[in-house]
């Protein structure tokens, strides 16, 4: 069973940077990954989107010029760098991930959740004002 586990959340105050890591615990190469977030009382949303290699990356227009996400397949880790945060970013974010095929090519240019079949238990983001 693939497992993904989130870490570098917290809390920081408005303008801040966090940077967020994703483990995969098999060889990352082998899956396209995003990460998602879910703010109390709203739907789960796409943040960013990385393909198998980290040349293609795809990103929200809530989040552009603020937020990077890059992977280290070495490593089997994927970040999301997120700088100027501000309250509406606060959220649990999670990872997620797919082995490749239709639903990684149809994650180069689209946040569907729904091209992403594993996911990590989540890790909260608090911006404070």
Known sequence: QVQLLESGGGSVQAGGSLRLSCVVSEPAKD???AWFRQAPGKEREGVATIS???AS???ADSVKGRFTISRDNSENTMY???NNLNPGDTAMYYCAADRGGRR???ALNSLDDE???LWGRGIQVTVSS
Request: charged letters at 5%; glycine letters at 6%; hydrophobic letters at 40%.
């Open 104 to 106: 990684c090519w149809s």
């Open 52 to 54: 198998m290699t980290g």
């Open 31 to 33: 899956f396209c990954m």
């Open 57 to 59: 990356e795809y990103y």
């Open 115 to 117: 091209n992403f079949t």
């Open 80 to 82: 999301l760098q997120m």
